[in-house]
């Protein structure tokens, strides 16, 4: 009802051609939690999202990033309607890795793109300040190792190497939410779209090229090099430990297998 209501002019209905209307008879459920959830109706992604102030600042982000984002069709809060970005994401966490090391690279060079503009109004999910993310990091290993989630010892050698990230930096405009599916390319050398600003403003640079990498390891240089400068890979893969230890009770509390092959427990794994 919204998509004829709202994405169509008066008298517009009669003159789309029976395939375009027969191409929204069903709805795709992309992701859903008891936090959002993301609807995909033909080329339109309904995105609704508990949190009000997340969908604003979405919105705000894509207006303000110099980097290609999703049209917004329409937004009444707590409902985001975006078009379909064209091209293919850039992978999948846990899924081998289709795009070539141009598409990376270019990639890298649109993530230097948005860390090079303005500043945002907005403190993102990447600016979370150094004592907040070491509170935070105690807790989940805490729960990990209390509940037998985790063994002890892999527990304690990503939080050593976790320590890497809790350092003082200089504050970019951040996407947040980087991940792998959330950039989308056009063959080899071109970013067509980047997707899901919910998280997005003011932090660490490192933490987007972190969360781009994640589980994706060997195309960190590819990456890098689109990128541009002279950036420190431990930092980098402390994000890694950081962002996985701190994502594994989330996870399952909300139907997510980290466990699965390629997720964040190899990911911690592979540090060992």
Known sequence: MWLGATCEKPGDVGDRPRE?????????????????????????????????ARIEAEVEAMALAPVPTPEVLWHRPPVLAIAAVPGTALGRLGQPEPASPA??????????????????????????SVEELAAELDEECGWLVTNGVLPADLVTRNRQVAEAALRPWTPVFTHGDLQ???VFVDGDDEVTGI??????GRGDGLF???????????????LVAGYGGDDDLDVIRGWWSM??????????????????????????????
């Open 208 to 222: 987007d090229l972190a969360i781009l990498t994640l589980g994706h390891e060997r195309h960190l240089g590819d």
């Open 103 to 128: 598409a990376w690279a270019a990639a890298g060079a649109a993530v230097r793109k948005l860390h090079d503009a303005p500043l945002p109004p907005r403190l993102g999910r990447a600016g979370r």
């Open 180 to 182: 792998i599916s959330h």
């Open 20 to 52: 375009y209307w027969s191409a929204m008879d069903e709805v795709e459920v992309i992701v859903a939690h008891s936090e959002r959830a993301t609807l995909r109706v033909g080329d339109v992604f309904l995105k609704v999202d508990a949190d009000r």
């Open 243 to 272: 962002r996985s230890l701190l994502a594994i009770r989330w996870l399952v509390e909300h139907g997510f297998d980290p466990f699965a092959p390629g997720c964040e427990v190899d990911v911690l794994r592979s540090r060992l």
């Open 195 to 200: 997707i899901d600003w919910s998280e997005a």
